[in-house]
């Protein structure tokens, strides 16, 4: 048996989220011979009679890492969530409405471009919808009922600019409602900006990609509080900030 089917069986987690803790090096194995070690690939066979733990509790608090760099920001600006209504765009496994949950949110509706990757455990939790292109996101009659209805828009994507996102997000805000977004440099940057590895080469260019954003946010009609680093860098080890503004 490889050592993530191991983990995602003892700890009942995911698969997806056993490999995601053994790549961060928070698994590790205890031999017969006492000796420890660090597990870093998925695919390590099981070894007869040795160990197996997980040495940062925090990182299986939630279903995904992401939910760490909500709660992050959330404690940056000093959100309270309570009772919001929530709109989560970039659902994926549901990390972000997972901590806007455990944090007292009313509801959560999440929206995701992709098929069947919310955590089986969120599924009676929130209002969900796959396959949706949230570029056209008021375009969809399900969609509707909600615009100018939230309290707090949160947003993770991948692979596509905020500036295709943001004035969606606006659309669905109530007026002085809270948009709370991860900014990732490497999706708004552009290939002629990332090394071969994937990674921002000039950290110089951050300061240009936050004037962007926040001038984008004005541009639609929101106020911007606040930009700042988020706590946990990608999966990919690029650094990530968020963007916190108000409609």
């Given amino acids: 048996m490889r050592v993530d089917q191991y983990i995602a069986k003892k700890f009942n ?3 997806a989220k056993a490999q ?11 031999s017969k011979n006492n000796i420890l070690q660090t597990l870093k690939q998925p695919s390590t066979p099981v070894e007869e009679g040795a160990e197996y733990s997980i040495v940062n509790d925090q990182l299986i608090k939630y279903v995904s890492r992401s939910g ?9 600006i000093q959100l309270d969530v309570r009772g ?10 549901g990390g972000f409405s997972q901590c806007l949950l455990s944090h007292g949110a009313q509801s959560v509706v ?3 471009v992709g098929h069947d990757q919310l955590n089986p455990t969120l599924k009676h939790q929130i209002e969900f919808y796959d396959g949706v292109n949230a570029k056209a996101l008021s375009s969809y009659e399900f969609m509707t009922p909600h615009l100018k209805s ?13 500036e295709f996102i943001l004035p969606q997000a606006y659309q669905f805000l ?46 639609l009609g929101f106020k911007v509080l606040d930009y700042f680093l988020s706590s946990i ?8 900030f968020f963007v916190y503004a108000k409609k």
């Fill in 110 to 112: 999440g929206v995701d």
């Fill in 174 to 219: 109530k007026e002085g409602g809270i948009l709370l977004s991860l900014v990732k440099p490497q999706f708004e940057l552009g290939a002629k900006a990332l090394n071969k590895k994937g990674i921002v080469k000039d950290s110089a260019l951050y300061k240009d990609l936050e004037e962007k954003i926040k001038q984008l946010c004005s541009n």
């Fill in 233 to 240: 860098e990608g999966g990919d080890g690029n650094q990530e």
């Fill in 13 to 15: 987690l995911s698969r």
């Fill in 150 to 162: 939230f309290d707090i828009v949160v947003i993770d994507v991948s692979f596509i600019s905020l």
């Fill in 20 to 30: 995601e803790l053994i790549k961060s090096g928070a698994v590790q194995k205890k």
């Fill in 84 to 93: 919001f209504k929530a709109l989560d765009i970039g659902l994926s496994t």
């Fill in 68 to 76: 760490l760099k909500l709660e992050g920001a959330l404690d940056k």
